[in-house]
Each structure stands twice: as C-alpha cells, then as structure tokens.
Nanobody
C-alpha cells in the first residue's frame, strides 16, 4: 500500500521547536512535490507549506512564514517540517501529502488538498504551557 507516514509530533511549550518527518512507504518520494497541512479542532484543514520534487523551491503560508522551514532528503525518501517559535495557535494535527506534479504548482502557489495524491495519517502537535 502506497502511503506517507508522519512522525515527530508531541507536546511543546510556547516558543519551543519541533521537527516533523514525512516518510514515503512503497514509492519514491523524489518524484513528488510535498505539502504540509494542518487542522486545528473545529477548523478547516489549512495548507501551510510546499516544496518542489527537487527541493529547490518552497512556499509558505503567511501564518508560518519565517518560523517554519520545509525541506527534504530524497535519498532518505523523507521530507521535514522544522517548526520554531511555536505558539498556542499552532496546535493542530499536521499532515503531509504528495503531489505528482513535481514543480508545476508549488512553488508558484500553495496547492490545494485535491491537488495531492497521497496523504499521511497525521501527527498531533500541541503547544501548551
């Protein structure tokens, strides 16, 4: 079964950092652009970042720009989301997704949910004091 697996979520204090990982199972991640989304309780899923298949270009939502960094290591079949200066508003389930377009959407814009072919199950990030 082709799937993505997120890891690295957890409980962190305001101002802290976490690094999320997104690993592909049974397919080669390097052919896909990767996006990160999040969904807070009672809210719609929000697109927050993307990276092209080569890793050469990225895009961020204003809500995370300057605090979050997306990256990837295609040799490890893994993408990452480094999250710094976390606030209570960052509490959400974080999802990664794979877009077969590679670089025709990201980084020109943040692709929507229906642009992505594969999704992970999500990892919980809770920012609390």
């Amino acid at each position: 079964q082709l799937r993505l697996v997120e890891s690295g979520g957890g409980l962190v204090q305001p101002g802290g950092s976490l690094r999320l990982s997104c690993t592909a199972s049974r397919f080669t991640l390097g052919a896909y652009a990767i996006g990160w989304f999040r969904q807070a309780p009672g809210k719609e899923r929000e697109k927050i970042s993307c990276i092209t298949n080569s890793g050469g270009s990225t895009n961020y939502a204003d809500s995370v720009k300057g605090r979050f960094t997306i990256s990837r290591d295609n040799a490890k079949n893994t993408a990452y989301l480094q999250m710094n200066s976390l606030t209570f508003e960052d509490t959400a389930i974080y999802y990664c997704a794979a877009d077969l377009s590679g670089s025709s959407r990201c980084p020109r814009y943040l692709p929507d949910m229906n642009d992505y072919k594969y999704w992970g199950q999500g990892t919980q990030v809770t920012v609390s004091s």
